[in-house]
């Protein structure tokens, strides 16, 4: 009943927060034994799984797909305190002694002002897809001077071309406020091609002119906490 609450509360709840921690391991932890490695992993396993049962976390490895970071965990809660103590007790296990923070986005859920039709998966129980790319959006300031109607005219046409791409999950969430960046985007797709195609698209749009900073983008494959400690080398 405890984890159900939870899942509703993130649901509805009008203050859901977002926090997309990416990680480093210190390459003295590929001289440790197997047997140490193993049985750090099965330690993180626990701690995610007890973890999901007060807050959403999702498991990514960057691996080889991204310098400085080889993975990253994707966390829902309605407290950004929940973020903090979950942290804490990573860096208590025994990998936590061997990691080190690389990149880390803080944002929020609201509704857009330019389209209420679109729920973004982390507000479901859908299962996460294969491929998650992150990365923080910041527009210029003249966007926020422009009339509310000029700015929707706009956005529906970037609305427009991302219905033409139903396989593709957005996940938007604001950041302003609370980090360094305007939006934190992280979209979910089980094909990396059609990821970019819909980038392509999106870059032709009128939209993009505004755009001051969309980088660093970072390619995150979801697997299991266990299997991606064991793949750290």
Aim: charged share 25%; hydrophobic share 40%.
């Amino acid at each position: 009943m405890e984890v159900q609450r939870k899942k509703d509360q993130i649901k509805t709840d009008k203050s859901t927060f977002l926090n997309y921690s990416f990680f480093r391991i210190d390459p003295k932890w590929r001289w440790m034994n197997e047997v140490a490695k193993e049985e750090a992993a099965k330690e993180f396993a626990t701690l995610v799984s007890v973890a999901n049962t007060k807050l959403r976390v999702h498991t990514y490895t960057t691996l080889g797909l991204h310098s400085g970071t080889d993975f990253m965990l994707w966390m829902v809660s309605d407290s950004v305190e929940m973020f903090q103590t979950f942290t804490s007790k990573i860096y208590s296990t025994i990998i936590g002694k061997y990691i080190e923070p690389a990149f880390l986005y803080l944002s929020s859920f609201k509704r857009s002002v330019y389209s209420d039709k679109v729920t973004p998966s982390f507000m479901t129980d859908s299962k996460p897809l294969k491929y998650l790319i992150v990365y923080p959006f910041v527009k210029s300031r003249e966007w926020y001077l422009l009339p509310f109607e000029e700015r929707k005219k706009m956005m529906d046409e970037h609305i427009t071309i991302g219905r033409k791409f139903p396989e593709i999950r957005l996940n938007t969430s604001y950041s302003y406020g609370i980090d360094d960046n305007d939006f934190t985007l992280a979209f979910e797709t089980n094909d990396l091609s059609k990821f970019q195609d819909l980038i392509l698209q999106l870059r032709e749009t009128k939209v993009s002119l505004y755009v001051v900073k969309d980088t660093p983008m970072i390619v995150c494959l979801q697997k299991d906490i266990q299997n991606i400690i064991m793949g750290l080398g």
